[in-house]
């Protein structure tokens, strides 16, 4: 037995135990929260690590690092392991957003609100365990609110410190998850030495923790806890006096009319709080935050009924601030919410008010474009009729340039052309270079799709011209011209084109929306030019950002492509599963992702052998009312030929829409739309490619020569 007092004994026998054991097979041990852990655990854990040599042992330790205070022994070990070459570290950083969207769906069962994403994401610090809590709590949007299990979790740092310094971390709380220490000396009613020791304790007690010249709660969940805390008269008095010091310029080089809005709605000042709430929304306006400007618009819309002089105070009236507000959830990526209020706005508005309500019938057909829901062309032909006798003017010359788009989204050109022409020559009879520009954008587009291309060119050129000065039509000049240029092939001006557009987006606040289809236009050459590492970070990239499905649509397909291509079908299978519902509602409005999603469901279910659901996939391109689309034709047939040789190989029976089964009946339908796409820059390549998928004397794609010429 080993001798009393001696623990390098006791150690010895337990590494002698595991090695006996390790032999046998192998071990992983284990041990999380060392932080907790007394000296005694610590010693013998830092022996077998030391000692340890011949075992097939691996331990895994995990820590907070957050708790390790000054003079904690885990602090003078650390630096002892990562000396060791034995021992990997790894750091566990935070969730991403686009991360917590994904555990709060496991969670929920269901895919999650944006909104209620981002408020799980701002609460929590993209914190696990947190994420986890919260979540299960029905309440959790609501700031003040919290399970009572993670309550007693957040408040038992706070609850060990000294009343003084719990009642000066109420203060803080007030003033948000980050205060200035000059706008904390404002507001405190007490000896500026009574902040300095409170904030001592509460660092070394990790509750607070210094940057640079504020103090900033560790979690914003403490904060959040904290501040739940305060009795009814410390909430008035202390959102208050926060309020009037930020208006008198405490803390801050300018005035931020955000923080004025939140304290006076946490004071109960529904006058102040309407009033600064507009003023906020005008600031982050102007600055391209429109997820701030939305979220202030929806705040005053709130405050309006208890506001009695409210239309004098906002300066324009509740439809009319119900409209701005959506413009800006829109451009904040939250069409959806913008869609709600819009509705209300109409159902507000006086049908002798004709221009206001043709505005908001065409903002209402942009936002349902954008969540890829129909009505869009219903309600803008509705917008004409409403114009009808009415002099020309730029809201009548939009409506239709925006008319003219969706045509060409869902492939009926020749419609699109001719609206087109009637919105330019509307908007050059008003002056407006912009609408101009968006005219012959849109036209030139609908000419290049159905083969004029010359003229389709120069018209994009003559929008890029049109468009100087104005960010908004720029910006679609952007996301055309890259757009055709990828379907002509031309993938290096393509990448060049969509980059400039790109930075454009971010620079105005539109990343989530214009941006986003930008960065899609972006990658797709990256892809066909090689440059896969490249494509692969900015499709990740891009993605994280959450676009609504008029925007991502794109961007979920080129993954898709980029999931395949890598070899992972499984992954592709499961991540067509989870969004073949949202994709399904662009389908019903945009030719381009009808065809192009159909092209890679049809590869994947090819690559798992199941060609009925692959033919039932790419069958679409031989209905009656397809129309043609040669940048997107093309690719679909040559996967269609290569489903038709497969069947042949493994003599599976496959159909037509007339119920026809004979193979060479199939090829020839393939051929007549092949021939109608023969004029395209590419059609000589695809051409190649569906010549050798059906080649050879069985037509089952096995004639080297056809494969050595594509």
Known sequence: APARGRPEYLYDGVAVALENVSHEHPLVIVIEDLQWADQATLGLLRFLVRVVEHGRILFVFSYRSDDLRRGHPLRAWIPELDRSPRVSRRDLTRLTKRQVRQLVGEILGTTPQTHDVDVVFERTDGVPFLIEELVDFDGYENSDCFPDTLREILLARYDTLSEPTQRIL????????????????????????????????????SVLVIDDTSYAFRHALVRDAIH??????????????????????????????????????????????????????????????????????????????????????????????????????????????????????????????????????????????????????????????????????????????????????????????EIADE??????????????????????????????IDRGLADLAEAGELA????????????????????????????????EGVEGARSRGVERTSGAMLMSNTIEPLFALGDWRRADELLDRALELDPPIGFSAHLQRLKLWSTLWGGDVVAAESLLRGWRAPLSLQLQIDAQSRLGLARVAGEIALERGNLLEAWSEVRGVLSADHRPLPAYDLPLLAVAARTIARATVDDIPIAAADGSTDRAHLESKLRDVLGRSADW??????????????????????????????
């Open 170 to 205: 109420r203060l803080i709380a007030a003033g948000g998850s980050r205060v200035e220490h000059s706008l904390l000396a404002a507001v405190y009613e007490g000896d500026g030495d009574d902040i300095d020791r409170a904030a001592r304790e509460a660092v070394l007690g």
């Open 228 to 417: 739940e805390e305060l009795l009814p008269g410390e909430r008035v008095r202390y959102h208050s006096q926060y309020a009037r010091a930020l208006e008198a310029g405490f803390g801050t080089a300018c005035i931020p009319a955000t923080e004025i809005s939140y304290h006076w709605m946490a004071a109960h000042d529904m006058r102040f709080a309407f009033a600064s709430s507009l003023t906020a929304m005008a600031q982050a306006h102007k600055a391209f935050a429109y997820d701030t400007a939305s979220r202030m618009g929806e705040r005053a819309l709130e405050l309006w009924d208890q506001v009695p002089d409210a239309e004098a105070v906002a300066g324009r009236s509740r439809v009319a601030l119900l409209a701005d507000t959506a413009h800006d959830l829109r451009n904040a990526g939250e069409s959806d919410r913008a869609i709600s209020l819009v509705d209300e706005a109409l159902a507000g508005s006086p049908p002798e008010d004709v221009e206001r309500l043709a505005r908001l019938m065409r903002d209402k057909a942009s936002y349902l474009a954008n969540v890829g829901r129909t009505g869009s062309v219903e309600l803008l032909r509705r917008a004409l009729a409403v114009l009808q006798g009415e002099r020309p003017s730029v809201l009548r010359a939009t409506v239709l340039g925006e008319l003219s788009a969706r045509l060409m989204l869902d492939a009926r050109f020749d419609e699109s052309v």
């Open 423 to 452: 919105a330019f020559a509307e908007a050059r009879e008003v002056g407006s270079r912009a609408r101009m520009s968006v005219a012959a954008n849109i036209r030139g587009m609908s000419l290049i799709t159905r083969g004029e």
């Open 468 to 499: 100087v000065g104005d960010d908004s039509a720029r910006l679609r000049y952007f996301v055309n011209m890259s757009d055709a240029m990828n379907i002509l092939g031309r993938f290096d001006d393509a990448v060049r084109i969509a980059q």
């Open 681 to 710: 820059p590419t059609a000589d390549a695809y051409l190649a490619v569906f010549d050798a998928e059906l080649g050879g004397a069985s037509h089952t794609g096995n004639d080297p020569a056809l494969w050595e010429a594509a």
